[in-house]
Antibody
């Protein structure tokens, strides 16, 4: 069974940084492209960025609204995905999800975690 | 970046109704569009990928159509568990989501 578990959220102050983790199991993580998505309360999901597998060069794309403040990385030996977001603003308050990203197959985000909440206040 | 416009933002329907939701993109995306369903407190669930392909395990009352810039999600006969919010999403990067359509009980 595929499982994704996010952690690292909490209450943070404006200007601080947060590092989120996503631990994967039940599939070949090292072959997976992974994305981070956030969703502010009552709003549509917002894609943050994607990291390809090492077999596809490990390329990373970021959404324009967070580019320059965000770093996505992965540790395939630990089946883990990471998101660091710096210079936090109140508008970064959201539930942060990791998801498997099957764009290489013209597919969508098939598997999602339950999310970790980040509150900036 | 490609802009996505989803409509309507909400609709009221009854069990058994046929429901249609539309997404329009600012540039042609061929068929690189997905549809998701989200119920309260849960992550989005993939329903349709590549505009018209039903994800494994999704009931056949859901269907997707369209290409180029205009896309449609159709629920042929609305069931009680289908009252939810629906989003379209580009497969291109940035993987933009639509604004959402909330399907409510009439």
């Amino acid at each position: 069974e595929v499982q994704l578990a996010e952690s690292g959220g909490g209450l943070v102050k404006p200007g601080e940084s947060v590092r989120l983790s996503c631990t994967a199991s039940g599939f070949n993580f090292n072959k997976a492209w992974m994305s981070w998505v956030r969703q502010a309360p009552g709003k549509a999901p917002e894609w943050i960025g994607r990291i390809k597998s090492e077999a596809h060069g490990g390329a990373i794309d970021y959404a324009a609204p967070v580019k320059g403040r965000v770093v996505i990385s992965r540790d395939d030996s630990q089946n883990s995905l990471f998101l660091q977001l710096d210079s936090l603003k109140t508008e970064d308050t959201a539930l942060y999800y990791c998801a498997t990203d099957e764009a290489a197959l013209a597919n969508g985000f098939v598997f999602w975690g339950q999310g970790t909440m980040v509150t900036v206040s | 970046d490609i802009q996505v416009t989803q409509s309507p933002s909400s609709l009221s329907a009854s069990v058994g109704d046929r429901v249609t939701i539309t997404c329009r993109t600012s540039q042609t995306i061929i068929n690189y569009l997905n549809w998701y369903q989200q119920t309260s407190g849960k992550p989005p669930k993939l329903l349709i990928y590549a505009a018209s392909n039903l994800q494994v395990g999704v009931p056949s009352r859901f269907s997707g159509s369209g290409s180029g810039t205009d896309f449609t999600l159709t629920i042929s006969s609305l069931q009680p568990e289908d009252f939810a919010t629906y989003y379209c999403q580009l497969t291109y990067s940035p993987r933009t989501f639509g604004q959402g359509t909330k399907v409510e009980i009439k």
